[in-house]
Antibody
Framework: QVQLVQSGAEVKKPGASVKVSCKAS????????IHWVRQAPGQGLEWMGD????????NFAQKFQGRVTMTRDTSINTVSMDLSGLKSDDSAIYFC??????????????????WGQGTLVTVSS | SSELTQDPAVSVALGQTVRITCQGG??????ASWYQQKPGQAPVLLIF???IRPSGIPDRFSGSSSGDTTSLTITGAQAEDEADYHC?????????FGGGTKLTVL
């Protein structure tokens, strides 16, 4: 069965960096993109970016450009997300999610069929 | 601000039908997907494409769309449906979520 297992909770000081990992199993790793989505306390979901697990190409939300990197290691089916220059409002639960996409007759659909369990990142002095 | 707009909160009486809506220009070019999220848990895919439910999702959940608005309908809401519901679609080279709707089952 498909599983995405994330690394554990982190506590960081402002200005530091955090690295969250996401290990995939149960499917062909390089066939599907992995996305990162975060959720601040009491807030909605916020898309951060994605990585093509085959090529390693990345695409980030403008808000995170220059602060986020995403990498993958195909030997261990793992994607990592690094966020630098942490601020208190980066405190959130960070999720990885596997996506699928399909287009037909000019209409496309994209969805996240599996999610990791989430990783709590707390930024506090 | 979110490019997809959802009502922050909706309530429904047990056993009744409720519609949760999501509006945004990107919905004219891409089908939305819907996710249910319960406290302390990761989101779960409910609906994608043209009203497609993944295996294991009850058939009381259905999706529809018209123009720039997509809707999730729960027919015969159950107590366990009390949760947050998030819509999602692809924008211009990025993904976007609605702000989420908190559903209360009375």
């Amino acid at each position: 069965q498909v599983q995405l297992v994330q690394s554990g909770a982190e506590v960081k000081k402002p200005g530091a960096s955090v690295k969250v990992s996401c290990k995939a199993s149960g499917y062909r790793f390089i066939a599907y993109y992995i996305h990162w989505v975060r959720q601040a306390p009491g807030q909605g979901l916020e898309w951060m970016g994605d990585i093509n697990t085959n090529s390693g190409d990345t695409n980030f939300a403008q808000k995170f450009q220059g602060r986020v990197t995403m990498t993958r290691d195909t030997s261990i089916n793992t994607v990592s997300m690094d966020l630098s220059g942490l601020k208190s409002d980066d405190s959130a639960i960070y999720f990885c999610a596997k996506s699928k996409s399909y287009c037909s007759d000019g209409i496309c659909y994209h969805y996240f069929d599996y999610w990791g369990q989430g990783t709590l990142v707390t930024v506090s002095s | 601000s979110s490019e997809l707009t959802q009502d922050p909160a909706v309530s429904v009486a047990l056993g009744q039908t409720v519609r949760i809506t999501c509006q945004g220009g990107s919905l004219r070019r891409s089908y939305a997907s819907w996710y249910q999220q319960k406290p302390g848990q990761a989101p779960v895919l409910l609906i994608f494409g043209k009203n497609i439910r993944p295996s294991g999702i009850p058939d009381r959940f259905s999706g529809s769309s018209s123009g720039d608005t997509t809707s999730l309908t729960i027919t015969g809401a159950q107590a366990e449906d009390e949760a947050d519901y998030h819509c999602h679609c692809r924008g211009n080279n990025h993904m976007v979520f609605g702000g989420g709707t908190k559903l209360t089952v009375l």
